[in-house]
């Protein structure tokens, strides 16, 4: 295959992806143990299938793209969006770059898990010191401790509810577009990428 047509199919299937990947940020459910106004979706599945099959730029890209695509209907000023995409993108281009120095299914999954512990710690950060602090204009710093109280009492500042609960939560979160991916993506890899597998 031709530079020219490589790079105009790996633009559009990075296109295509990202739309799939915007569509999932819709499609976002609470889970057991978490306050409500926490959701699961699993919108970096595309973007994670994207760094293994077109490289790691393109899952950061796939991150961008749905984002800015949901600032259109953001609720929190855009914080909400590039907070998702610090993160995402920590995830996705982690993954994608130890996968491309090591292109084996053992590569894949060490570099999902250093991806997927990398966003967890990040989400701490991200969530002190850009979420939250515009969340308070909406709701009040003791409504959003006192949310996570109710599940857990013990915890008793921001910080620890964001480590006893954000972090796990955001690494199973990147750990179950993990597992899908490892799963399927033998199967996606000849449309998006020719004959490349895990």
């Given at each position: ?72 209907r953001t609720?929190?000023g ?32 060490i570099?999902?898990?250093a ?5 967890a ?34 915890v ?36 998006i ?6």
């Amino acid at each position: 295959m031709s530079n020219t047509k490589s790079n105009t199919r790996s633009l559009a299937m990075t296109g295509m992806l990202s739309a799939i990947a915007f569509i999932l940020m819709y499609l976002q459910f609470n889970v057991p143990l978490m306050p409500s106004f926490i959701a699961m979706d699993l919108s970096e599945l595309p973007a994670l299938i994207g760094s293994f099959a077109l490289g790691p730029v393109s899952g950061v890209v796939i991150c961008l793209v749905k984002n800015l695509l949901h600032l259109m209907r953001t609720s929190t000023g855009g914080v909400g969006e590039l907070s998702n995409f610090i993160l995402g993108a920590a995830f996705v281009f982690t993954a994608g770059i130890v996968y491309k120095k090591k292109k084996t299914k053992q590569g894949a999954m060490i570099g999902s898990l250093a991806g997927a512990v990398v966003m967890a710690v990040f989400s701490v950060f991200s969530n002190y010191f850009l979420v939250y602090p515009v969340y308070t204009n909406f709701m009040p710093m003791e409504a959003i401790i006192s949310a996570y109280q109710a599940i857990n009492p013990h915890v008793d500042s921001l910080l620890d509810c964001l480590i006893v609960f954000n972090m796990p939560f955001t690494f199973i979160k990147g750990m179950i577009s993990v597992i899908i991916t490892l799963l399927i993506y033998k199967r996606l890899s000849p449309i998006i990428k020719g004959s490349q597998h895990i």
